[in-house]
């Protein structure tokens, strides 16, 4: 015969499909007629946009593309010209978790992009993309609790567990524009060669069921001055979005991430080339986190019948704290040439994971040059950080974003110096293994002969020993041992003689 356990549980987001995909696309441009013939390429750029996400039962399509902008010295003449194209992306995939009730948040990093020189009126772009999916479904995360009443006498151990289940998740779509002033001293703008956005998130405030997010776009363009010349200029734009949930956030912790889904600088042809026209399109997703306490089945015994338990080991964490970390990373990024002056610097972050004790970051560093005969290159540095956390015992960092904030770029000898702020936000989390009881089965024609044992036993107990184990173990119980001596219902275990009566 099966008990009927009760259960109790929190309404909760699972995680039914999670994965890291990585896509590699190439694309081949000729070089229009009104453009001259390629002498060398001296820039590449390019930012993954998501154009859009489909999920449905058994799979989730996501689109995307990179719109790229290829900087390059004619064969004959001075000056700089550009080049534009487009890579879209498309990953699809099939699991039998993903239902059409999924939502499926998204991560887009560039890993790599070159362009390599065919011929002079023709150039070949390879891109390679890291697809971040997570899916997840609305559900409860419950545990078995104490049996109903039934006849079978069954007597239950409880515990209490704290855990941190994604209580929603969501996300808005919104759009910045802006004014971008060149900086005093640089020279007008005629166009925009080369771009690079830095989304970064700042505050994140919980009110009822709103989120107020504050950050910027970090914009890093490279352009085209109206005397034929190349510059480069950053530009922040701040932003502040108040983003809807379906729960309470107050005692939540929620994580955002952004992603652009639309990308566009313009110099206006009317004006004095100071003034840079900006529009993004902008994605918000959102998580939150809430900490609840849940009490589960962890033992159950019966003097009446021999109970065979089911068990199932559950793993469950709860966070404990908002960690911030940083630690500005110094490297050196070599060159072939010599730069004589830094333009410009980009950085873009390729991963971010946890480690045994802290996090560790993957970066993609640009920087754009002028060497000493007056040309431009740009040379690229892959680096690496590990940032150490004060973590405390079973815990580890979860839910980490990770930026770079006025990243620092100076010729050296031999190559360009690098310092690059890193810094990372997670949680600290704690993570325990609990063995939970899922089942309760017995035979009721089978009841147990406890006949010949004795009523009132005296038994002389150590230290280890717990009234729980002494009452299942001498077909008693924890309420008869404490009022047959007297024990104060607060201990655990007594290192005394102790008189045990026989329950049925």
Same mark, same amino acid.
């Given at each position: 015969m099966e008990a009927n356990l009760k259960t109790n549980g929190v309404s909760c987001c699972f995680c039914v499909y999670s994965q890291t995909l990585h896509r590699e696309e190439s694309q081949d441009c000729v070089v229009p007629e009104a453009l001259p013939d390629i002498r060398e390429i001296i820039n590449t750029c390019g930012m993954p946009l998501i154009r859009s996400k489909d999920v449905g039962t058994g799979r989730v399509r996501v689109e995307a593309n990179v719109p790229v902008k290829v900087a390059f010295t004619p064969e004959e003449g001075t000056g700089v010209a550009c080049l534009e194209l487009n890579i879209p992306f498309f990953v699809s995939v099939e699991d039998e978790a993903i239902t059409d009730e999924c939502t499926c948040a998204v991560q887009l990093h560039m890993t790599a992009l070159e362009t390599r020189v065919l011929n002079p009126r023709k150039i070949s772009v390879r891109a390679e993309l890291a697809v971040g999916l997570e899916c997840r479904k609305r559900g409860e995360l419950s545990l078995c609790t104490a049996p109903e009443e039934c006849g079978a006498g069954i007597h239950a151990l409880e515990r209490s567990v704290e855990v941190s289940p994604v209580?929603?998740?969501?996300?808005?779509?919104?759009?910045?524009?802006?004014? @971008?002033?060149?900086?005093?001293?640089k020279a007008p703008a005629d166009e925009v060669i080369g771009r690079s956005v830095s989304l970064l998130t700042d505050d994140v405030k919980a009110v009822g069921t709103k989120l107020i997010v504050k950050g910027c776009a970090v914009s890093a363009l490279l352009y085209k001055t109206v005397d034929g010349g190349v510059d480069m200029a950053e530009f922040s734009t701040p932003f502040s979005q108040i983003i809807d949930t379906d729960c309470e956030t107050e005692e939540g912790h929620a994580c955002v991430t952004l992603l652009l889904s639309g990308v566009y600088y313009d110099v206006p042809p009317v004006g004095d080339g100071k003034t840079i026209n900006a529009e993004m399109h902008l994605v918000a997703q959102v998580s939150v986190r809430k900490n609840a306490q849940l009490t589960y089945l962890c033992d159950a015994y019966s003097n009446a019948y021999a109970l065979e338990l089911r068990r199932e080991e559950r793993k469950m /964490?709860?966070?404990?704290?908002?960690?911030? @970390?940083?630690? %500005?990373?110094?490297?050196?990024?070599?060159?072939?040439? %010599?730069?004589?002056?830094?333009?410009?610097?980009?950085? !873009?972050?390729?991963d971010v994971s946890s480690c045994d004790d802290g996090a560790a970051v993957r970066l993609w560093a640009k920087v754009f040059c002028r060497s000493g005969d007056g040309g431009m290159f740009t040379v690229e540095k892959l680096c690496s950080a590990q940032l150490r956390a004060e973590l405390r015992d079973a815990e580890t960092l979860v839910g980490n974003t990770a930026c770079v904030r006025e990243a620092y770029a100076a010729p050296a000898a031999g190559g360009v110096e690098l310092r690059l702020p890193v810094e990372v936000r997670g949680f600290a989390a704690q993570f325990e293994e609990r063995m939970c009881v899922?089942?309760?089965? /017995?035979?009721?024609?089978?009841?147990?002969?406890?006949?010949?044992?004795?009523?009132?036993? @005296?038994?002389?107990?150590?230290? &280890?020993?717990?009234?729980? %184990?002494?009452?299942?173990?001498?077909? !008693? %119980?924890?309420?008869?041992?404490?009022?047959?001596?007297?024990? &104060? !219902?607060?201990?655990?275990?007594?290192?005394?003689?102790?008189?045990?009566?026989?329950?049925?």
């Open positions: 209580c929603c998740v969501t996300e808005k779509t919104f759009v910045l524009t802006d004014e @971008l002033l060149l900086p005093q001293g /964490y709860a966070l404990r704290r908002e960690v911030m @970390l940083r630690e %500005t990373l110094r490297v050196q990024a070599d060159t072939a040439q %010599t730069a004589v002056e830094v333009l410009g610097c980009t950085v !873009s972050v390729l899922s089942g309760i089965s /017995y035979d009721e024609n089978a009841c147990r002969d406890l006949s010949a044992l004795p009523t009132l036993t @005296l038994m002389r107990f150590g230290s &280890d020993a717990d009234l729980w %184990t002494i009452a299942r173990e001498n077909c !008693s %119980t924890v309420e008869a041992i404490r009022e047959a001596n007297a024990l &104060d !219902s607060a201990g655990e275990s007594w290192e005394k003689l102790l008189l045990i009566p026989k329950t049925v």
